[in-house]
């Protein structure tokens, strides 16, 4: 997935993939309300939607992009999310080899930790 980040992409004018995200994290409302306004891409908040492409567990246990390029999770998601909405410099800093693997982990340590604190009492679909 690394390599699908390493040109600069431009924002496309009307891109069909779609953003899952966790509405109810301030961390992620807080970058997607920034985010939003400045793409084309459609953003979903998981807690709002009956009908979801995954089960609402593994689309809160990291963000997740859906269309154009395929399926898009974790800290790829945020880097083509970031690409999008006019970020490329963020994004192509972030997608370098020396700092991707790091900056990987970190997200997938962070979401990991948010995940558990906030859902390790849900156990079924309905008790989100």
């Known amino acids: 997935m690394r390599d699908n980040f390493k040109q600069e992409q431009s924002k496309p004018a009307g891109s069909t993939a779609t953003v899952y995200y966790d509405g109810q994290c301030s961390i992620c409302a807080r970058e997607i309300k920034h985010l939003e306004p400045r793409s084309s891409l459609a953003f979903v908040d998981i807690h709002g939607e009956a009908e979801l492409p995954k089960s609402k567990h593994a689309l809160l ?54 995940y558990r604190r906030r859902y390790r009492k849900c156990n079924s679909e309905q008790s989100l």
């Open 61 to 114: 246990a990291e963000l997740h992009v859906l269309g154009d390029e395929g399926p898009l999770m974790g800290f790829d998601a945020n880097l083509y999310l970031w690409r999008m909405s006019g970020y490329e410099k963020r994004a192509q800093v972030c997608a370098a080899p020396v700092i991707y693997p790091i900056a990987k982990a970190v997200y997938e340590y962070w979401a990991k930790w948010r």
